[in-house]
T-cell receptor
């Protein structure tokens, strides 16, 4: 089955700096890679996603890149703000089957 | 984006009682909903896939008689934790994908914090 590894587990950045979170997956048949932001006591919120036929996708300060050959994908947040502080999860899915989540990254943006 | 409503947000119950959690898709229909469990500072673990009009599919290690799932309509799935014990205390989250959607976007409810005394 699919296995998703995510790192770092914690990340502290200064406000205004960029943050990068990386994930690797094991199943080469996986074709959908969403990223979720989870605040304390709340459910995950989809922030961006990418399909396997695309190498990069951007939405304002957030971007995701995908390297199918290496089976890894990354989340990039630019100009970080304190409200970006949360837990971020990557996930991988094969053919609308079910999402497999990474372990999560605690992002702290220091003002 | 699509809205998934989960209720209650928090419940405290005595050991041995049963607790029902509701998951509703407010502005779309979903033939499939998913139930996850999350322990503090851990990732989401899929418990079961809820299928409208049929039996749920449980992940390995999840007791189907312990966690009863009913998906009676295209907008509602319920999870009942039967004879709850302190070790069942956890954050339970549901998710749903719009029926017939050409993309794969999965939307989550706000979660239910279950505390069993």
């Amino acid at each position: 089955g699919e296995n998703v590894e995510q790192h770092p587990s914690t990340l502290s950045v200064q406000e205004g700096d960029s943050a990068v979170i990386k994930c690797t997956y094991s199943d080469s048949a996986s074709n959908y890679f969403p990223w979720y932001k989870q605040e304390l006591g709340k459910g995950p919120q989809l922030i961006i996603d990418i399909r396997s036929n695309v190498g990069e996708k951007k939405d304002q300060r957030i971007a995701v890149t995908l390297n199918k050959t290496a089976k890894h994908f990354s989340l990039h947040i630019t100009e970080t703000q304190p409200e970006d502080s949360a837990v971020y999860f990557c996930a991988a899915e094969r053919l609308k089957n079910k999402l497999v989540f990474g372990a999560g990254t605690i992002l702290r943006v220091k003002s | 984006g699509a809205v998934v409503s989960q209720h209650p947000s928090r419940v405290i119950c005595k050991s041995g009682t049963s607790v029902k959690i509701e998951c509703r898709s407010l502005d779309f229909q979903a033939t499939t909903m998913f139930w996850y469990r999350q322990f503090p500072k851990q990732s989401l673990m899929l418990m079961a896939t809820s299928n409208e009009g049929s039996k749920a599919t449980y992940e390995q290690g999840v007791e189907k008689d312990k966690f009863l799932i009913n998906h009676a309509s295209l907008t509602l799935s319920t999870l009942t934790v039967t004879s709850a014990h302190p070790e069942d205390s956890s954050f339970y989250i549901c998710s749903a994908r719009p029926q017939g959607a050409t993309n794969e976007k999965l939307f989550f409810g706000s979660g239910t914090q279950l505390s069993v005394l």
